[in-house]
């Protein structure tokens, strides 16, 4: 007998019509003589309105009560699963994460797993169940709830393909696979069978938010077999596996792009040693990660230093940039949010010449300025307007023949 696990995003769990149209898929699984454990995200936007409602009473809300608030999402939508499997003569069983076994770091809000003890879920599924796990979340060492960071679900359900070696993880979603970019921006897209673990890594890390970053590396980690595709049809989607089994490496494989970009920069930065170890070590203290980093050309033994960050670490960032500003005895700070990155990427470029200077050209063809770029064997990636994203992607789509 086999083991699937099967993750259904919000979209995907949106209402109870589409909760019973996942129960069927999981029942079809199930008849094809496999056990199976579900996954299963937030109905439609709730997290969204759950952290919109948090805002209207607490205009700071703690971290640690955000999780308690937003892990409720999932554990609806994992009991209405599973009230619906058992209605439907299947019989379910739903877990929180900690039930699940999903122990995490202590850290709110984008809590880390550190291990799975999958005792229970093995437990159920020996009873003949069908198990039901509320994605994206877990406990700490304190006992407290965490979860995941957005999108977390795809990790939950990765994560515990892992640790059950599982045949597949087929990860369910409003879209047919991954695609060459994202398919509501360009609508002449198209479906990849195949993308490597790499390059979906890059992706998901650039903004294609089909999978959650952390989730790729689990399956890299663990050489678990996915597969991304549609909840609303029964075609294959796309499968993410080790490149070498891949027969042609594409010199770019997808164009991605992330709205969530803010730049902040230091003015007239003493140039001496230890400088930029005092910057990213405070923000790093506070957990912040920093994207892009450019240093601009010295005069006076002055530099200016401007990264990139995400926007919801913007109002964390700040109040650290400006004491170190003032420690290391920088002129001044500033920042700006109506930025975007749009990124090319690609296992086949790292032996072809010419990508980034075709890249640049095609920017430049659309008049759209390029404010910092960043490269590595298998990405290009470039900061712009927010406001010339839609026409980047779309010029680089048609660019790379895509
Ligand atoms: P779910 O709720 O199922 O987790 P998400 O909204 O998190 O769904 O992810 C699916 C969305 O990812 C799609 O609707 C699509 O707009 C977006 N997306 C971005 N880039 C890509 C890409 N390269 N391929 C497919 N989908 C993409
Ligand atoms: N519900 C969470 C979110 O919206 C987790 C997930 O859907 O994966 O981010
Ligand atoms: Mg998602």
């Not at 910057?279 to 050309?297: E, H, P, Y």
């Amino acid at each position: 007998m086999g083991l699937v696990v099967q993750k259904f995003g919000g979209s995907s769990v949106a209402n109870t019509e589409r909760i019973k149209n996942v129960a069927t898929r999981v029942i079809s699984e199930r008849d094809r003589g496999n056990q199976v454990v579900v996954v299963v995200s937030a109905m439609g936007d709730l997290t969204d309105e759950l952290i919109a409602l948090a805002h209207q009473v607490g205009s700071n809300p703690p971290d640690r009560e955000m999780d308690m608030l937003l892990t409720t999402g999932e554990q609806q939508s994992a009991a209405l699963l599973a009230i619906t499997l058992c209605s439907m003569g299947c019989p379910a069983v739903s877990l929180t994460g900690w039930q699940s076994g999903i122990m995490t770091d202590s850290i709110h809000c984008r809590a880390r797993i550190t291990e799975i003890k999958p005792d229970r879920i093995k437990e159920e599924l020996n009873q003949g169940k069908v198990v039901v796990v509320a994605g994206y979340q877990g406990i700490s060492p304190q006992g407290d709830l965490t979860t995941l960071g957005r999108g977390g679900s795809d990790t939950t359900a990765v994560a515990l393909a892992a640790v059950l070696k599982a045949d597949i993880c087929d990860i369910y979603t409003d879209v047919d696979g991954v695609f060459t970019a994202d398919p509501r921006i360009v609508k002449n897209a198209s479906k990849l069978d195949v993308v490597s673990y790499d390059e979906m890594l890059e992706l998901a890390s650039l903004g294609a938010v089909v999978l959650q970053p952390r989730a790729v590396e689990f399956a890299m980690q663990h050489k678990v077999k996915v597969q991304v595709r549609s909840s609303f049809k029964l075609e294959t989607g796309t499968l993410v596996m080790e490149a070498e089994k891949m027969e042609n490496n594409r010199v770019v494989s997808g164009v991605a792009h992330d709205l969530n970009v803010a730049k902040v920069a230091l003015f007239d930065v003493p140039d001496r040693p230890g400088i930029a170890r005092a910057v990213f070590k405070a923000l790093a203290d506070a957990n912040i990660n920093v994207d892009m980093i450019v240093q601009a050309a010295m005069r006076d033994e002055r530099n200016d230093i401007a990264f990139t960050i995400t926007k919801d670490d913007l109002p964390r960032a700040l109040p650290v940039v400006e004491r170190v500003c003032r420690e290391i005895g920088a002129s001044g700070t500033a920042y700006g949010e109506d930025l975007a990155k749009v990124s090319i990427v690609g296992s086949g470029m790292m032996s072809n010449p010419g990508v980034a200077a075709t890249m640049f050209a095609a920017l430049a063809d659309e008049g759209i300025n390029i404010q910092m770029i960043s490269t590595s064997e298998i990405k290009v990636s470039c900061i712009i307007a927010a406001d010339e994203i839609e026409r980047a992607v779309n010029a680089l789509h048609a660019a790379f023949n895509l």
